[in-house]
């Protein structure tokens, strides 16, 4: 899938969650480094706090426990956050599958928006579990360039 392909999904999904299609395109953008679909990232804190537990409890196994450990594909989903919203599949690399990728990571910016009131700024840190408060600063600026008039101006 092309990088103009990937927008377009990316564009399509947002439009079909109700969201504003420049944020979620300057998300995707920023997570998986360039649109990179196959972007995948280990996140130790984050298995530590949230996946360990339940695989010490015996409730998943430890390749199980592993994968939702990783985050996935152009919104950087991790596969436990996945778990939360719904994603049933085997194999939790089937988010960096941009339809199935998108869909989680719109879902995830969805919850985000309406916990924080519709304040982009707080869901954008709730997206990003709140490690980086830079992580706004990050997004926001990319977003101009997925605008309507920036597409009509180039």
Same mark, same amino acid.
């Given at each position: ?73 152009? +919104?950087? *989903? ?7 919203? $719904?994603? &049933? @599949?085997?194999?939790?690399?089937? %988010?960096?599958? #941009? ?18 009131? +519709?304040? *982009? ?7 990003? $579990?709140? &490690? @980086?408060?830079?992580?706004?600063? %990050?997004?926001? #600026? ?13």
């Amino acid at each position: 899938m092309t990088r103009d392909e990937m927008v377009a999904l990316a564009r399509s999904t947002a439009a079909a969650h109700d969201l504003d299609e420049a944020l979620v395109c300057a998300l995707c953008e920023h997570e998986s480094e360039g649109w990179n679909a196959w972007a995948v990232r280990y996140e130790p804190a984050f298995f530590s706090k949230y996946v360990a537990p339940l695989y010490a409890s015996g409730k998943i196994s430890v390749t199980e426990a592993y994968a939702r450990g990783f985050s996935y594909g152009l +919104g950087q *989903v991790m596969g436990q956050t996945a778990r939360e919203l $719904g994603f &049933a @599949n085997e194999f939790l690399t089937e %988010l960096c599958d #941009p339809p199935v990728g998108l869909e989680f990571a719109c879902r995830k910016l969805a919850k985000a928006l309406h916990d924080a009131a +519709g304040n *982009v700024t707080s869901a954008l840190l709730k997206y990003n $579990g709140g &490690a @980086n408060p830079n992580y706004p600063n %990050l997004v926001l #600026p990319l977003m101009p360039k997925y605008q309507p008039a920036a597409e009509t101006a180039t």
